[in-house]
């Protein structure tokens, strides 16, 4: 993960990635997932996202990494939420309510770091990272939350015609990185380039949105 481009988008407020409403393949698939309310729902790499407060709004305990303390502190402000902050090892700990935010690196954090998660939920963690990283992001992830059930959100287009992030993640590469821990049920695939003006200014043809559920082969 590059850290000086993250940390410097979220201090220059460049974040055009962070949407203002919770995301509607999250409001319409979370439903197939079988975990129970109350369950922690890990979100690597959060930024501020309202998807957090939906989740929470659904009766579940929330549990974000992110590595941009700027972000933290600011969705805990639009929540008008004070949270009792402390630090562990190379991570800082905000609680309040029904959600933690462990701010810091998401390769340094271990499962003595975190609750026991249910549930994963990755609208902007694997497209965030470069193909060279993405086999260690779902590794630790298995060895976070070597049991549970997720809602996976990715992009795929041709990525010789831009430079990620977003980077695109091919319903093949999906496989070869989740599978055999993971089984993988595909949920909805949608053409979204009429819907994002840049990548076709920039000579995207395609660009869709895929939807997967996942269900670790542990549980």
């Not at 407060?53 to 009766?59: P, T, Y």
């Not at 992110?66 to 800082?92: D, I, M, N, Y």
């Not at 989740?178 to 380039?193: F, H, M, N, S």
Request: net charge negative; hydrophobic share 45%.
């Amino acid at each position: 993960m590059d850290t000086p481009f993250w940390l410097n988008k979220w201090e220059r407020n460049e974040i055009g990635f962070h949407s203002l409403h919770a995301n509607s393949y999250l409001k319409r698939h979370w439903e197939s997932l079988e975990v129970s309310a109350g369950s922690v729902v890990l979100v690597p790499l959060c930024g501020k996202s309202i998807d957090m407060v939906w989740l929470a709004e659904q009766g579940f305990q929330v549990l974000g990494v992110e590595l941009s303390s700027l972000a933290v502190e600011a969705f805990f402000e639009e929540q008008g939420l004070v949270p009792v902050c402390k630090s562990h090892g190379t991570l800082r700990h905000y609680k309040a309510g029904p959600f933690t935010i462990l701010q810091g690196d998401f390769f340094a954090l271990t499962p003595a770091d975190m609750p026991v998660c249910s549930a994963v939920y990755d609208r902007a963690a694997l497209i965030a990272l470069p193909e060279a990283m993405r086999y260690r992001y779902v590794r630790h992830l298995e060895t976070l939350m070597p049991a549970g059930e997720g809602l996976l959100i990715t992009l795929e287009y041709d990525q010789a015609k831009r430079a990620g992030p977003p980077f695109a993640v091919s319903d093949d590469e999906v496989h070869r990185l989740y599978e055999p821990a993971w089984r993988l049920e595909t949920l909805e695939r949608k053409d979204v380039l009429a819907e994002n003006a840049k990548f076709a200014a920039q000579g995207v043809m395609q660009l869709s949105e895929a939807v997967y559920k996942l269900s670790s082969l542990a549980r």
